[in-house]
């Protein structure tokens, strides 16, 4: 994935799984900006 907010051009890696209607990502990505890729990442989307 390619961010364009707030820096543009920044990739992250995700592993990704979906299951029926939800789809579930994670990486670890520098979250908090201090220049470290050290923040577990989690999310959760389902489709409506």
Do not use: C, H, W
């Not at 994935?1 to 920044?10: A, E, R, Y």
């Not at 201090?34 to 577990?40: A, F, L, M, R, S």
């Amino acid at each position: 994935m390619t961010d364009t907010f707030p820096k543009q051009g920044v990739t992250y890696k995700y592993k990704l799984s979906i299951n029926g209607n939800i789809a579930r990502f994670n990486g670890i990505i520098d979250f908090d900006g201090d220049g470290k890729t050290d923040d577990e990442y989690i999310g959760k989307q389902r489709k409506q």
